[in-house]
Structure formats: structure tokens, C-alpha cells
């Protein structure tokens, strides 16, 4: 359920109007579908981030600035151009819409506004000029896609049209008694979001709880719905907002702009802006790259159910196989007993042993004997072989785990596609479709307590870089043991280093790994000659000759 509505909107506005006079100082395209304002003010930056993600659409402030992660657009360009240096002039949003405009005042004195649609699948954010010229938009829209409002650069500008629903001001008690009468067995929070504009299913169904202290709203009358319809549009004229995080077995899953009685585990949180972003990092809205990364996650799956079945197989074959001699004596006694054995004898019975062999009735002594030496042959094949097979398998589950755990780990389309290209070039999948390959950034970088600079992997390719293009021999390398996650390297370049240093990138490997979030977590660390890569193996794939042990919690240092 996607909580971001025009009354979370409104708080969020409420918030950014207290920044009236800000500077634009930086537009980051920070992924393919949304974009950030440096603003500074009040002697520090503020940090304002659009989503136009379909499924997870939103527009609040970020506590840290965000990473690029997108190409520049031509929206971001023409952004750049205009809004450099500009201060935010107003914040004005329609009543009730999940539309903000802001107005910018330019350094030349002239006035350019960006209009942010949030709104799902149509979202668009649009820069107009002081007659309400298109500029610049993220998104075009013709008359395919909409016979009612077309958007293209030059064309002035109008609001998303409005469906045939009542404006929350106007409805009557007269419009509810109507509805319900013709509602039937409709939930009334259903017929309140078909009937009435300003309504999301979440604040459709607190209105109905409030009246009737059920969601479904059985057997409510027409006045007491009335009564905090009323008590709603008056919240929204005084513009009173208290933030409430939503949560579940302890964990963040929503956000509301005031306490929500049928959502009754919930916590206030100063600032709507920052109950967003914890809802946000816990994952609890959803994920703007949900569909293609689920895509992946399936894919790889397909990939693990594969290599079981590969894995299963092999282990078949050499427990059949850990006594090929048997087969060849079995062959030296039917030859030895050739003389005696009857045609159609289905079975040889060794007096001098006691042991029994099964004889095929068709074939004669001879030709059974040549079977017996075709399954020692190939039995002493399979015993040379499949180790080393099995090994392979062995790996590519290891590896197929780590991308996995990329895949969990990225941050946008362009770290999705990596894993995607990794399980093409690894020869799990084959490239059915052109994948986008985007210019690899950098390993993420911190600055241990020493100011010894310290160089995280984002995925497997970037732990063999940083492991072995960028990290010298006497370099300090750490990983998580025995769990997928980031390869770390201190780069020291054979200087000592204190152990709260030591400590600080091993929490580091605890964190972004598949350990993250554990109380405590073995990372296992070494000079950088230790570490070699695995012989025929994936990228990112080493050996360890010799390493210390640290244990650290799995949080974030």
C-alpha cells in the first residue's frame, strides 16, 4: 500500500515552506525515475528528493545527500540551466491534489517554476517558464497516453485532469446518505474513495473507523461519517501534522501525516519528511525497481534450482561410484566362470566367495563381462571427474548467493542491471535482451579514524577490483566469514593501523554483508598478499592463505 497521499503532501509542503528563500545549489539525477535539490539555507544544505518510481512515488527531504545514479537528462540539464542559483520564491499546492508547485525567483530577477505530479504511474515533474511554458519535463506525454491533457516542451501547462468525484469540501450529508443507500454490500471506505475527491484508501478507511470503530463501516450513519469528514477538511485548513511511523513486529512498514486509529501500532516522528525516510530505509514502501529486480530474483532462483538438481545429480553418481573396482571383478569372475554360465542364467553365484552378480539373460558370458567393463571404465571416469565437477557447482551457488545478495543490496536500475550482466557473463542465463550498460561507478569510500581512506565493494566485480587493481600487497583486506557480502580494503600502504581503525572497517564488512543487522559478526582479515583469486572461478571469488578474526556487531559504524 503506498501511503504517499495529498495530505502526506501537505505535511511535507508545510515543511519546505520553511525553507521560503533557500538557494538552489545543486540538481542530481539520482536514478532514472527521480531527481534532488541542494537547497541551502539557515546555514546548511537541505536535501529535497522527487520519486516518479510508478510504485513508489514521493516528494520529502532526505537527511544526506543522495548519490548519482542516472545519466544526466534532458530535464536535469534544462533544470541546471534555470534553477542554479535561484531561491525558493512559494510552495502552493492545489487543495487536495498530490501536486506541488514550487516557484523559483532567478538571479537575473525572473521567476521559473517545477511542478512535481506524485502521483503513481502518472507522475511527472515538469519546469515551466513565468507564462507556464513547458521548459522541461521528465516525462511526454501525448495523445496516446492521455486524450484529455497533452504535455510537450513549449506547450503551456495545465493541471492533471480531476475525476468525476465530489471535492471533500462540498460533500453533503445528503451525498452520504445517497451513496450508502446505493452502496449494497460495498465497503464504505470503497464507496468513499469512488465518490469523493481527496480521499486515499488508508485515510478513506480512518474516516470510517472513526465513525463506526470498524474499517468496514457496518451499519454507520450518514451523520457521524458526516461529522469527521468535516473534522478532516478542518485539519486540513489549520495544516496540523503529526507524523506517525507505522509499524509491524517492530519493524517500519508505512506513514501517516496524524495518528491513524485503525493503524493503532504506530509511533510519532518529528517531521514528515523523516517518517518517510525511515519507512523508506527499513523497506517498508514500495520499491521503485520492485518489478525488474523481482525479474532477477527470479531469474536466479531458476539459476539455484538448476545447480541443485546439478549438485543432487553428482552426489548420486559418486556414491554409485566409490567402488568402481567392484564392477571390474565382477567381470574377471563371470570370465572365470564362462564355461558354467547356462544361457538365459539371469544371475553368478562366486562359490569362493559367496557374492552374487546380476547377469543380463540376453547376453552371453562374454558380452556381460564387457558390460561389467564399461561400467568399471566409466565408473573410474565419473570418480576423476566429478570432484572437480562438483567443486564447480559448489562455486557457482557461492557465487550465484553473493548476486543475490547484490541484488539486494542495489541501489537503482544500473546496479540491478550489473547482477543481470554478471549472470550472463558467468553463462547462467543467456543475454535474451540488450542490457543497459551504464559507466560503473566507484567502490563506496570512507575515512577510517586514522584518515587511512577505506574502499568498499558494491558487488562481486567491485570486490575483485578494489581487491585486486586497487589494494596493494601490504593493504589490509576484510570479509564477513562464511556469508556473501562486500570485499573491504584498507588502503595503508604497509603503515600500521590502531585497532580502532581495524574495528571500524570490520564493521564496515559486518554491514554490508548478509550479516548485516547481527549481534555479533566474524570478519576475518589479512595483508592483501594473503589473498589470491580461486582458480577457474567468479569474479570476487578468493582464497585466504592465512587471516586474523575480529568480531564486531552487524550495525552500521
Not at 515552506?17 to 533557500?22: D, H, Q, T
Not at 564447480?392 to 550465484?400: I, K, N, R
Not at 589490509?476 to 557480502?485: Q, T
Amino acid at each position: 500500500m503506498n501511503f504517499y497521499d495529498a495530505w502526506v503532501m501537505a505535511a511535507v509542503a508545510s515543511e519546505i515552506r520553511n525553507l521560503v528563500g533557500a538557494r538552489v545549489q545543486d540538481v542530481i539525477r539520482t536514478s532514472e525515475e527521480s531527481y534532488e535539490l541542494e537547497l541551502y539555507a539557515h546555514g546548511r544544505r537541505h536535501y529535497l528528493f522527487i520519486s516518479l518510481a510508478p510504485q513508489d512515488s514521493r516528494l520529502h527531504f532526505l537527511s544526506q545527500k543522495a548519490r548519482r545514479g542516472a545519466d544526466p537528462s534532458p530535464l536535469q540539464l534544462s533544470m541546471k540551466k534555470h534553477l542554479m542559483g535561484a531561491r525558493v520564491a512559494s510552495i502552493v499546492q492545489p487543495p487536495f491534489e498530490r501536486v506541488l508547485r514550487l516557484m523559483f525567483q532567478t538571479p537575473s530577477g525572473g521567476f521559473v517554476e517545477l511542478v512535481a505530479e506524485v502521483m503513481g504511474r502518472y507522475s511527472n515533474l515538469i519546469l515551466l517558464d513565468e507564462a507556464e511554458r513547458i521548459l522541461g519535463l521528465h516525462k511526454v506525454v501525448g495523445s496516446k497516453s492521455s486524450r484529455e491533457r497533452q504535455l510537450f516542451p513549449g506547450m503551456t501547462y495545465t493541471l492533471p485532469p480531476r475525476p468525476n468525484k465530489k471535492p471533500l469540501p462540498l460533500v453533503s450529508e445528503e451525498d452520504l446518505v445517497s451513496w450508502i443507500e446505493h452502496a449494497r454490500e460495498t465497503p464504505l471506505w470503497k464507496v468513499l474513495i469512488a465518490n469523493v475527491w481527496g480521499l486515499s484508501r488508508p485515510l478513506a478507511e480512518e474516516v470510517v473507523f472513526r465513525a463506526s470503530g470498524a474499517p468496514e463501516g457496518s451499519g454507520i450513519d450518514a451523520a457521524g461519517l458526516m461529522k469527521e469528514l468535516r473534522r478532516l477538511v478542518e485539519r486540513w485548513a489549520e495544516g496540523t501534522w503529526e507524523p506517525h511511523l507505522l509499524m509491524r513486529n517492530g519493524v517500519p512498514w508505512g506513514y501517516t501525516p496524524f495518528r491513524y486509529l485503525h493503524l493503532d501500532d504506530s509511533i510519532p516522528v518529528a517531521g514528515m519528511s523523516a517518517c518517510i525516510e525511515k519507512a523508506v530505509e527499513s523497506g517498508g514502501t514500495l520499491d521503485p525497481y520492485a518489478a525488474v529486480r523481482d525479474e532477477v530474483r527470479r531469474t536466479i532462483e531458476t539459476v539455484r534450482k538448476r545447480l541443485t538438481r546439478q549438485r543432487e545429480s553428482l552426489l548420486r553418481q559418486m556414491k554409485q561410484t566409490q567402488d568402481p573396482e567392484r564392477w571390474k571383478e565382477a567381470a574377471d569372475w563371470i570370465l572365470a566362470y564362462a564355461g558354467r554360465i547356462k544361457p538365459r542364467q539371469r544371475e553368478l553365484r562366486v562359490e569362493e566367495t559367496g557374492d552374487v552378480f546380476e547377469l543380463d539373460p540376453g547376453l552371453s558370458a562374454v558380452e556381460n563381462a564387457q558390460r561389467y567393463i564399461k561400467r568399471y571404465q566409466k565408473a573410474r571416469r565419473a570418480a576423476e571427474a566429478i570432484p572437480s565437477l562438483l567443486e564447480s557447482v559448489e562455486g557457482d551457488l557461492t557465487y550465484l548467493n553473493q548476486l543475490e545478495y547484490d541484488l539486494d543490496s542495489a541501489r537503482d536500475r544500473g546496479e540491478i542491471d550489473s547482477v543481470l550482466l554478471a549472470l550472463v557473463e558467468a553463462g547462467f542465463v543467456r543475454e535474451e535482451k540488450k542490457i543497459h550498460r551504464s559507466a560503473p561507478r566507484g567502490p563506496r569510500k570512507f575515512l577510517s579514524p586514522d584518515g587511512f581512506t577505506i574502499l568498499v565493494g558494491k558487488n562481486a566485480r567491485q570486490n575483485d577490483e578494489i581487491t585486486f587493481r586497487r589494494a596493494g600487497p601490504k593493504d589490509i583486506w576484510l570479509h564477513a566469514r562464511k556469508v556473501p557480502g562486500a570485499h573491504v580494503v584498507i588502503l595503508t600502504g604497509g603503515e600500521p593501523i590502531s585497532d580502532a581503525t581495524l574495528e571500524y572497517a570490520a564493521k564496515l564488512a559486518a554491514y554490508y554483508s548478509k550479516a548485516r543487522g547481527e549481534k555479533a559478526v566474524d570478519v576475518i582479515y589479512t595483508n592483501r598478499k594473503h589473498v589470491r583469486r580461486v582458480p577457474g572461478g567468479h569474479p570476487g571469488q578468493v582464497l585466504v592463505s592465512r587471516s586474523g578474526n575480529i568480531t564486531v556487531p552487524g550495525e552500521k559504524p
